[in-house]
């Protein structure tokens, strides 16, 4: 008698509920559904920020990359044979005023030794997200200041963190470190001089001679500019080097670059 | 709505887990592609010019 109970109890407390949760379980409801649409975006934000901090990074670093090589590849094949004059390759002359470059345009390849061995990223004209938040360039030029050739400031802004995030190991430049500017018509050599931290309002480090307005130049300089700290904006580090030499196109790949600036 | 989603998909389990693979790939493609970039510039910016 207590048996039967005992198993009638169970079949009671066993199946029945199983019943029950699985109809409980199949039925949609507002909260579960809305549950699902919340974690879903948890998941879509943690996604979105592997895709910012690191995914884009990766793939923009690649893609810049190709595309100053191919940059590098269309002047080197453009260009003259070894010049036939010998005088030429002693005395380089005068450097060659680089053309104003079409706005959007990859006109020149920036390559820093000391921001890793095969760095080397293409320089586009203009500061607009279409050149600094894309993934092929990501470097631009101020359109108002001078280029490479002239008396003046060759001034370029590029990311910390993001879209490849060129300028990411900026801080790491010793001074006499050398920056390259590579263009159709040779490379300019500038050596790294100083860095200075400025407000995002500080535009004087983009004028001529910085930090002097009104002032003539008489110097070739290059300033990098980006943000400063990491993954932020609040203020901005500010990078000059000064116009050191030129090597003409005509003489070949500068020594110190030789390997990355030779494309195969 | 994921239970929704398993009931609709035809063929065994094992198929029905297939397709939700190819359907998160195709997903992930997609907000990688276009919708990631779209936020980024929507949100706040990096700024990294004097201005």
Redesign the interface.
């Known amino acids: 008698m207590a048996k039967a109970a005992y198993n009638r109890d169970m079949t009671e407390s066993v199946v029945e509920p199983r019943r029950r949760r699985r109809s409980r379980?199949?039925r949609?409801t507002v909260v579960?559904?809305l549950g699902?649409?919340l974690m879903t975006g948890g998941v879509?934000v943690l996604?979105?920020l592997g895709?910012?901090l690191w995914?884009?990074n990766v793939i923009s670093t690649n893609e810049q990359a190709t595309v100053a090589d191919d940059l590098s590849h269309e002047w080197a094949s453009a260009a003259p044979t070894a010049s036939a004059d010998p005088v030429q390759s002693g005395d380089p002359g005068t450097p060659v005023v680089t053309s104003t470059p079409d706005a959007g345009t990859a006109f020149a390849n920036l390559i820093v030794p000391r921001l890793g061995a095969d760095f080397k990223r293409p320089i586009a004209q203009g500061?607009g997200?279409a050149v600094?938040?894309n993934t092929k360039l990501g470097m631009?030029h101020?359109p108002d200041t001078q280029l490479p050739g002239e008396p003046g400031n060759f001034a370029l802004?590029?990311?910390?963190?993001?879209y490849g995030g060129a300028?990411h190991n900026i801080h790491q430049l010793v001074v006499g470190d050398s920056i390259w500017v590579e263009t159709a018509d040779g490379w300019y050599k500038y050596i790294y001089r100083s860095m200075e931290y400025?407000q995002?309002?500080?535009?004087g480090?983009?004028l001529p001679v910085p930090q002097s307005p009104g002032t003539a130049a008489t110097q070739s300089i290059i300033t990098l500019?980006?943000?400063n700290p990491f993954?932020?904006?609040a203020e901005?580090i500010?990078a000059y080097g000064v116009f050191d030499s030129w090597y003409p196109r005509a003489d070949g790949p500068p020594a110190e670059i030789a390997t990355i600036a030779t494309v195969s | 709505m994921y239970l929704a989603l398993w009931r609709l998909l035809p063929g065994a389990p094992w198929l029905r887990a297939l397709q939700l693979v190819v359907l998160a790939a195709l997903v992930l493609t997609a907000l990688v592609l276009w919708v990631f970039p779209v936020i980024d510039h929507l949100t706040a910016p990096q700024d990294v010019t004097v201005e």
């Open positions: 379980r199949g949609v579960g559904v699902e649409i879509v996604l979105f895709w910012q995914f884009n500061i997200k600094l938040d631009g101020y802004a590029s990311h910390r963190s993001a300028f400025v995002a309002s500080g535009v480090v983009i500019t980006t943000c993954y932020s904006s901005r500010i």
